[in-house]
């Protein structure tokens, strides 16, 4: 008896614990919906804001029913209001003017075609009238349907075939019992208009959220995200000493280097989306008549491809296949400098996209070639890790003939590498915006700054170190795409110019004619290395 | 007056020529829209035929208007059952259930909530009536709303929360003007059912379009896309020689480097969505009971970031940043040789995916292997473009001291690569599927078969080429994880073994107990190893 007493204690227990679980449950499942609620809201302050928008379209829209001069107007079709009001409002107001224009116009053609085709088999008999209606069903739904699989309809006016071929089905179905066919056309349509003017005020009027702002942020912080990407990339790299230090740093950083790439590869879709809502948009077209969406997703296209660098560099941290400690902690400093510029660049890029003004491409390439040629005088500082000048003449003949003599070579190598520069930067200066000549003078002119970077770089025993270097290389060579895209940007979008590059376009404007300093001394190193 | 006729014959033949262009346009537009029509249904023949399946279904749905018993018990609330059709019907099995059950959720949450608002006002006056409903409209119409930004709920049940929006608000709404709610309820249910049942009907038992086979044959796609990427590319790395072939496969292997590759990126959404509706099916369900589709997801992110790889081997031909000829032709044989293993071994896959079978990572690894070593020793026998092995003596010091002699070394290292190789491949072999231990184990290992790969590579001027190549062995280890990833899809989605593979299995179950051959050579290497 004690023992069933005891069970029965045990059993008492075991309930408790049960009822006091699941009363913590109950107590914290609220406590849990409020903070994700929470931070849904703190991730975008302009959610609660929609969704406030939402229930007031809504409530407005129910007032067709609720109140009795209203209803006595629209009657039962104030229904096609709620929907469209449901179905047609979205987050951003080029959404919203997509589906509502999508939706009006799907419904005008449908709308035409049913009337058209109840005219024809006006005056058949009952029979002849229900199967024509039923083959013209068939025959439209596998008609638009399949119109919905040609990508430029998929892509542009999915939506307005799916309304068109709902409109067309149930005003076609309905003018079988319903004799005054354009009497309901029309009601449908006035309540339909209803629905969208709503949507259209409250998405245009009451603190709209533009699609395009979001693309121009989005791209923004994407540009921002690639720097903290790299910046932390490098920094772990060069950070293998402070055991300790990373044990704690390393998974915040891991996190920052994941999450800055992964952001840029993953954001195809929303870009898409977003130039595609944006277009619709009737903004910003104070300056041309349509503003170039379509660059902002090149522009991400390239960045993605950028990106891939990016996840390249990463890789040589992920697979531990290293540099000896000693190799790296020498070009410690070269190598960050070199990145830091490279993040310096895309910072630029970020705030000249961010503030809508040119950015001022000549500085950036300047302080990213000097980065680069310190990197290059630190390779050269350090014969050990190198072949000397010796050996280096004795394999020069199974290498092209870029130099003549190791000595010479890397002051010659380092002017034309300079005025290489520029001269690209000059031709960047003076061409027109759209002169096809000066850009492909410019393609053929970057791939020579790269290659000059690249083969100075003389190791002969740090070779793991020599792909990370490369790809840092690779990368500012990427970088110039990157910046010849938000360049063609802001060329596109009439970005303004800050005053500074407007005296530099006049002041270069006048010096065209007359060749400049540098031009001369690429020349006369041209005439010396050629008489070597 | 003359001089009038000419102009009146030149108006004429103006006149002439735009009629004649216009009459071309207006033939050559149709022949234009058939030739898109054709190559829409070509490129995927399973599109005309769910283009047929809707109009179908919505003639099948007309009948409740059209035949009079069908139209006296449904009555107006067909309606319900044809935008139901419209709006559901997709083109796979998985959507169309993802969809009808979201909306047939949706729909009878919002009617349970609707019936509930109305019981709750039904003895109240006219006035409080309509206020309340207001009210109600508009905290259900923001919560909802609210609702669909938390990221679970966008992801999943999106569709379903518009419905429940719009099913409730026309319910109360409407319930103002009707008074017998439930019947009003009762009919657009049934008649919602209806739709629903068509929809499910046609996609589930007429020719059946699987969102899990499109997923399954898209990661198969993508493999192989891959494949022939990278053979492209290290093709045209090797390729320089016959400028002119060149000139006219340019374009082409430019095309299919970027094809291969852009796919894989790229396929993020769509693989999401795949696995979404896939989620849904009720296929696959004979061997597991729910069928790993995000295995699939995940490997495509796996191979997103292997893609990466491809995109910076890409990077190597586009910046033209090229290592001489004469470098890249003496490596050509090995560095084609370990891309067409890394090739077959992704065809590999992609054929074990597609077969659903079990693949034999040992045999893949072997190859493997081998071509890398032979990489090594291409390099070793080029001793023109390396340090004597005086020079790396004296660079030793600031090296890890992986290997102490220049001779032995290779040996040492080479058998101990073997072993690790077999080693890693016991362990595949025995380790019991999901024992964490011999995950961590694999996992130490894997970057020591890189390692040796990489710093074997001992050049000194071929540096450009060391990107190259570090970018291919690089690949390789990338190509572990592929590997792996597949593995682990094979194991969670029960595909079924080969013969050869059982036979595998059963003796290394027999050997277990006794020292493996490798393994004996693997320790007395160790041994000799540390005498030294």
Known sequence: ????????????????????????????????????????????????????????????????????????????????????????????????????????????????????????????????????????????GFLATYVRFVPYIKKNYDYGVVIFLLTFNLITVSSFRVHNVLHLTRDRLSTIAIGCGICLFMSLFILPNWSGEDLHNSTVQKLELLARSIEACVNKYFQDEDKEVIAREDKSSKDQIYMGYRAVLDSKSSDEALALFASWEPRHSRHCYSFPWQQYVKLGAVLRRFGCTAVALHGCL??????????????????????????????????????????????????????????????????????????????????????????????????????????????????????????????????TLSKIAITSLEFSEALPFAAFASLLVEMVARLELVIEEVEELSRAANFKFSQEDEAVIEMEYCEEKKPSATAKFFQSNVVSQTAE
């Open 1 to 140: 008896m004690a023992m069933a007493s005891c069970i029965s204690k045990g059993k008492d227990y075991n309930y408790k614990i049960l009822m006091e679980e699941l009363v913590g449950k109950m107590i914290s499942l609220p406590v849990k919906l409020w903070l994700t609620a929470i931070e849904v809201g703190r991730e975008d302050p302009r959610r609660p804001i929609h969704a406030l928008k939402v229930g007031v379209s809504l409530t407005l829209v129910s007032f067709l029913y609720l109140l009795e001069p209203l209803f006595v107007t629209v009657g039962q079709d104030a229904m096609w209001a709620v929907i469209t009001v449901v179905v047609v409002l979205e987050f951003t107001a080029g959404a919203t003017l997509c589906k509502g224009l999508n939706r009006g116009f799907g419904t005008l053609c449908a709308a035409s075609l049913a009337f058209f085709i109840e005219i024809m088999s006006q005056n058949s008999g009952r029979v002849f009238h229900a199967s024509f209606i039923g083959i013209s069903v068939f025959l439209v």
């Open 318 to 447: 992920e697979s531990e296949i290293k540099t000896p400690l000693s190799v790296r902690s020498l070009f410690r400093d070269p190598c960050s400098r070199v990145a830091s510029e490279v993040c310096k660049v895309l910072d630029e890029l970020a705030r000249s996209i961010r503030s809508r003004r040119h950015c001022s491409p000549n500085m950036l390439s300047d302080h990213l070639h000097e980065a680069l040629q310190d990197l290059n005088s630190a390779i050269k500082s350090q014969p050990r890790l190198f072949l000397g000048s010796k050996n280096a003449r004795r394999t020069a003949n199974a290498l092209v003939d870029w130099r003549s003599d190791k000595n010479t070579s890397s002051t010659v190598a380092l002017s034309s590498a300079k005025s290489d520069i520029s001269s690209l930067l000059e031709g960047r200066g003076k061409r027109a915006p759209d002169t096809p000549k000066g850009l492909s003078e410019r393609k053929s002119l970057r791939p």
